[in-house]
């Protein structure tokens, strides 16, 4: 409940601040990787009206959801990400990456 009384406070002081713009509520995000233009990965709250307990990955414009590529680099691109927008200190995500391109590389040599 919380989530939507800010983004309720948001919304209206977006839209008293620029009179020729008014904005909804599309979606609540807990984190959220911008890469470009209509480019992001992000951690969507589903439930943000609620408690803000039901979570999903949104993916858009980025060259993993192509289908023209193969598996490998969908699952290590997926891996990544969730790296990245996990809760874990920048470090551990570094370590835990590090470790696991170690593995896959180790993997694609035998």
Known sequence: ?????????????V?????????????????????KKKKYAAIKI??????????????KGLDMVRRDWCILSKEVGNRVL?????????????IDLNEYFSEVSHKLKN
Do not use: H, P, T
């Open 82 to 94: 969730d790296e990245i927008l996990s809760d874990k200190e920048r470090e551990k995500i570094i």
């Open 15 to 35: 839209n008293v601040l620029y009179k020729c713009l008014e904005i909804e509520i599309d979606g609540v995000f807990k984190s959220l990787l911008l890469m």
């Open 46 to 59: 589903d439930d943000f009206a609620g408690e803000g307990k039901k979570l999903s990955k949104e993916i």
């Open 1 to 13: 409940m919380i989530l939507l009384k800010w983004a309720k406070k948001l919304k209206l002081e």
